[in-house]
């Protein structure tokens, strides 16, 4: 958890990712001891070296009062183009191991209209699936630790047993 940004202007601050090559996902969220002012909130960027050292930004999305955080995927940007960014005129200290993100601070209705990088989303339906499927196959390992042959039962008329055959079809 990186809480000290580099403040590189009034209205916008920068955290450096070393090894950046080896991170899949971000995620960016208040740490609710200052909120925005109001009509605000911050348009988070993803800042990368290309081949040549340049700085590559790439908006990834938006946190605000009321969405005070979100998740992005970064690996997959590291080899697509620039977008407009607030960071332009600025020279920030950038080395090729070290990547950043920048955010930078603006009106909500300005972020509304912004649109970021296509693939820095988390498909919410992948990660609901990925969950269940992790959820339903430790389920199953749970259950089937419980598991005792026919000769190990018990007749107990107040419990039901269910085949773990039956978990494993459904």
């Not at 009509?39 to 605000?64: E, K, N």
């Amino acid at each position: 958890v990186q809480a000290a940004p580099q403040q590189v202007a009034e209205d916008k601050f920068v955290f450096d990712l070393p090894d950046y090559e080896n991170i899949n996902h971000v995620v960016v969220f208040m740490l609710g001891t200052i909120p925005f002012p109001e009509g605000m909130g911050g348009s988070v960027y993803f800042c990368y070296p290309d081949q040549s050292g340049m700085a590559v930004w790439q908006l990834l999305g938006f946190v605000t009062n009321e969405k005070p955080s979100a998740i992005f995927k970064i690996s997959g940007l590291k080899s697509g183009k620039g977008s407009q960014h607030p960071f332009g005129a600025m020279i920030l200290p950038q080395t090729p191991a070290v990547a950043q993100i920048g955010i930078s601070v603006e009106l909500l209705e300005n972020l509304a209209q912004q649109t970021p990088v296509a693939s820095a989303a988390v498909s919410s339906v992948d990660s609901f699936t990925e969950f269940t499927q992790k959820m339903l196959d430790n389920f199953y390992n749970f259950a089937s630790s419980f598991a005792v042959t026919q000769a190990q039962m018990t007749p107990n008329p107040s419990e039901a047993f269910i085949p773990a055959n039956v978990v494993l079809k459904w």
